[in-house]
């Protein structure tokens, strides 16, 4: 199923019937929520939400603790998120793309700005499936299966969020050469702004932690970036 729906969690009533509108003008499937306990609801029970712009400051449930909870559960996590606060400082937004945010937007903003940056990370993330398609990458007995967006080891299932799974991915991908922090960040996250370098060394220091063994393999560089050895 084609996750077309997007979910907009808001408490500015005015704000949230605006940009409803707008994304509904322009062809969008639309669900609402002006709270954090309504828009859990939705994401428990609309299973065809595939991109969640989520305000900070919620009056009930922390934007934050939301991202956390999709990121965590194995049939949610695959959501894009788009993280929007009144905070603009940069540990918000480390803070905000280190538990899984995939973009951010610093209020006031632009309707115009918002519509742009829904569009650009959907059309990346359709793109990055089709480029995927069934493809499987194999090193020892770690396998990943981009096609269902799964990584074994030794035929057990680990559980990795979208953001790892996409950079051990391409670390392995391009094994035993160097790949740079502001690279990753281009590659896994698609910026080449606006994140800084240690959102990549808080995601490597995770995935080393997850994949067992094959840790010690992601290589860090010094002045570089980081390397998954084969070579050895």
Same mark, same amino acid.
């Given at each position: 199923?084609?996750?077309?729906?997007?979910?907009?969690?808001?408490?500015?009533?005015?704000?949230?019937?605006?940009?409803?509108?707008?994304?509904?003008?322009?062809?969008?499937?639309?669900?609402?929520?002006?709270?954090?306990?309504?828009?859990?609801?939705?994401?428990?029970?609309?299973?065809?939400?595939?991109?969640?712009?989520?305000?900070?400051?919620?009056?009930?449930?922390?934007?934050?603790?939301?991202?956390?909870?999709?990121?965590?559960?194995?049939?949610?996590?695959?959501? =894009?998120?788009?993280?929007?606060?009144? +905070?603009? /400082?940069?540990? $918000?937004? !480390?803070?905000?793309? #280190?538990?899984?945010?995939? *973009?951010?937007?610093?209020?006031?903003?632009?309707?115009?700005?918002?519509?742009?940056?829904?569009?650009?990370? =959907?059309?990346?993330?359709?793109?990055? +499936?089709? /480029?995927?398609? $069934?493809? !499987?990458?194999?090193? #020892?007995?770690?396998?990943? *299966?981009?096609?269902?967006?799964?990584?074994?080891?030794?035929?057990?299932?680990?559980?990795?969020?979208?953001?790892?799974?996409?950079?051990?991915?391409?670390?392995?991908?391009?094994? $035993?050469? !160097?790949?740079?922090?502001?690279?990753?960040?281009?590659?896994?996250?698609?910026?080449?702004?606006?994140?800084?370098?240690?959102?990549?060394?808080?995601?490597?220091?995770?995935?080393?932690?997850?994949?067992?063994?094959?840790?010690?393999?992601?290589?860090?560089?010094?002045?570089?970036?980081?390397?998954?050895?084969?070579?050895?």
């Amino acid at each position: 199923m084609i996750k077309d729906q997007i979910l907009l969690v808001e408490d500015e009533p005015d704000l949230l019937q605006t940009l409803s509108f707008n994304f509904e003008n322009e062809g969008y499937k639309v669900s609402k929520a002006s709270n954090g306990e309504k828009a859990l609801k939705l994401l428990e029970e609309n299973n065809s939400i595939g991109l969640v712009v989520l305000d900070l400051m919620l009056p009930d449930i922390s934007g934050l603790d939301i991202c956390r909870h999709i990121r965590s559960s194995d049939y949610l996590k695959d959501i =894009l998120v788009i993280m929007v606060t009144a +905070k603009g /400082e940069e540990v $918000d937004r !480390v803070v905000g793309f #280190e538990i899984g945010a995939d *973009d951010y937007v610093v209020k006031p903003y632009s309707v115009r700005e918002l519509m742009l940056r829904v569009g650009g990370l =959907l059309k990346r993330s359709s793109k990055e +499936k089709d /480029e995927s398609n $069934d493809e !499987v990458q194999i090193y #020892e007995n770690l396998k990943i *299966d981009t096609n269902k967006h799964k990584v074994y080891i030794a035929d057990k299932k680990i559980s990795l969020t979208s953001k790892e799974f996409k950079l051990l991915k391409h670390l392995l991908l391009k094994a $035993d050469k !160097v790949q740079t922090r502001d690279n990753l960040l281009e590659k896994v996250w698609g910026y080449n702004n606006d994140v800084t370098t240690r959102t990549v060394d808080t995601h490597v220091k995770r995935l080393r932690s997850k994949i067992g063994q094959y840790g010690d393999r992601i290589e860090t560089i010094r002045g570089e970036g980081y390397l998954f050895n084969k070579s050895d």
